[in-house]
C-alpha cells in the first residue's frame, strides 16, 4: 500500500535516532585528551570538523532531519544530565551496566542538591549543530525526564520528598526546553529506556524487589515530562524514542508495549514516539491501539542499528501495513530502532554499513509515503 504524505513536519517518514558512530580518529582524539595528551581546543575542532562531515552527509542521503551524531558525548544520557544542577558524577560500586553479552563501564549520578537548568554546554552543541545543518531541520537529542530517577540516586539531603523532587526535574527540564527552543531548535527528542524496563517481565520484578510502585512510577514519570512540555511553543515538535538497551549492539530488556502502552501512548503529550520494533523482543503493533491522538505520530524502528545486514524492502512493508490496522499509516514513519552510537563505543558495523542502513530507510519511505 502507498499511503498519502501528511504535512512535512517532525518526525518525518524517513527519519533516525540521532547517534552515530564515532569514527576512529575522533575515539583516538578523546583517548589522548583524557591522557592529558590533547588540549580540550584542539579535540572541539575535530569534533567540529567531523560534525560538519556527517551533517553533510545526513543531507546527502535526503533525510530532512540531521542530527551532530552526539560526537561530543561518552554516553547518551549521562552527559546531559551532568549538566543539570544539583548533579554531579560518581563512580558506581557495582560492575556497571549489564546488557546481553556486554556490560558498559561504571559509571553513574546523584543529585545531591535543587535541580536547575543554568548554562548548560549542550546549549553550544546545538547552536554549532544548527549552523552547519543547512539543508536539513537541525534535531538536538537530550535524555527523558524519566532517567534522572531512573539511573540517578536521589539523595535525601536534597529530596527528603520524590515528589517535590519530580516537581523540580520538570521545571528544570522545561527551562531546558525553551533555552533550546530560543537557540532555534524546533525538533527535539526526549530518549527513554524506563518505559522499555517496564515492559519487561524481569526488569519489572527487579524494580519490583527494590521496593518501587511501578503504576505510580509510570504516573510520575508522565506528569514529570508533561509539566516539562506545558507551554511549549506551537512550532517546537518534541519526540520521544524507547529503547530496551544498545550498546555494541546488545541489549537489555525484552517485553511488548502492551503494560505501558495506556499511559505512556494516551496520556504523555509528546508529537510523536519511536519504538523500537526490530526484533519480536518487542512484541506486536496491538498496544499502538492507545495512540488514539489524531496528531500523533508513531516511527517504527523496523531497520535495526545493530547490524549491517539490510533487511527486506518488502518485508518491511508488510510490517508497516500491519501496524497501519492500529494507527493511521499517514501517521506512521520508518526510521532504525536506536541510535548507532548510544555509547562512544558505538555498535558492531562499519560506517559504511550505517549510511547504508540510513539510505535503505529513506528508500522504503519514500516508496511507501512518496
Not at 527487579?206 to 504516573?219: K, N, S, T
Not at 490496522?325 to 563505543?345: M, W
Request: aromatic residues 10%; negative net charge.
Amino acid at each position: 500500500m502507498v499511503y498519502m504524505s501528511s504535512k512535512k513536519l517532525a518526525p518525518f517518514h524517513a527519519d533516525h535516532v540521532g547517534s552515530l558512530l564515532r569514527p576512529d580518529v575522533l575515539k583516538e582524539a578523546r583517548r589522548r585528551y583524557q591522557r592529558g595528551q590533547l588540549s580540550r581546543e584542539l579535540l572541539t575542532e575535530l569534533e567540529n570538523e567531523e560534525i560538519r562531515r556527517v551533517v553533510v552527509r545526513q543531507q546527502d542521503l535526503g533525510l530532512a532531519a540531521a542530527t551532530d551524531g552526539e560526537f561530543r558525548r561518552a554516553y547518551w544520557h549521562f552527559d546531559f544530565l551532568e549538566g543539570l544542577d544539583g548533579v554531579e558524577p560518581f563512580e558506581a560500586e557495582d560492575n556497571g551496566i549489564h546488557f546481553q553479552g556486554q556490560t558498559l563501564q561504571s559509571h553513574s549520578i546523584r543529585v545531591v542538591k535543587r535541580l536547575d537548568f543554568g548554562r548548560h554546554p549542550m546549549l553550544r552543541h546545538f547552536a554549532f549543530l544548527k549552523e552547519h545543518a543547512s539543508q536539513a531541520l537541525p534535531k538536538m537529542t537530550i535524555p527523558s525526564p524519566s532517567m534522572l530517577h531512573f539511573r540517578g540516586e536521589i539523595q535525601k539531603t536534597a529530596y527528603p520528598d520524590l515528589d517535590e523532587f519530580f516537581s523540580d526535574l520538570g521545571r528544570a527540564y522545561k527551562k531546558a526546553i525553551q533555552a533550546f527552543y530560543d537557540l532555534g531548535c524546533r525538533y527535539l527528542q526526549l530518549d527513554d529506556t524506563s518505559w522499555a524496563y517496564l515492559c519487561s517481565t524481569e526488569q519489572r520484578a527487579a524494580l519490583e524487589a527494590r521496593g518501587w510502585d511501578l503504576d505510580a512510577v509510570q504516573r510520575r514519570y508522565a506528569n514529570a515530562i508533561n509539566l516539562a512540555l506545558e507551554d511549549r511553543p506551537d512550532d517546537l515538535t518534541v519526540t520521544m524514542h524507547i529503547c530496551r538497551g544498545n550498546f555494541r549492539s546488545a541489549w537489555i530488556a525484552s517485553g511488548g508495549y502492551e503494560p505501558v502502552a495506556e499511559t505512556l501512548f494516551g496520556t504523555v503529550n509528546v508529537d510523536g514516539f519511536f519504538l523500537e520494533y526490530d526484533s519480536e523482543r518487542a512484541g506486536g503493533f496491538e498496544p499502538l491501539r492507545f495512540a488514539v491522538r489524531p496528531d500523533l505520530k508513531i516511527v517504527l524502528g523496523l531497520i535495526t542499528s545493530k547490524s549491517g545486514v539490510l533487511e527486506d524492502a518488502d518485508a518491511i512493508k508488510r510490517r508497516i501495513d500491519e501496524a497501519s490496522r492500529y494507527v493511521d499509516g499517514n501517521r506512521l514513519a520508518l526510521s532504525p530502532q536506536c541510535g548507532f552510537a548510544s555509547t562512544e563505543e558505538g555498535n558492531l558495523l562499519t560506517e559504511e554499513e550505517q549510511w547504508a542502513k540510513l539510505a535503505h530507510v529513506a528508500r522504503i519511505a519514500g516508496e511507501v509515503w512518496g
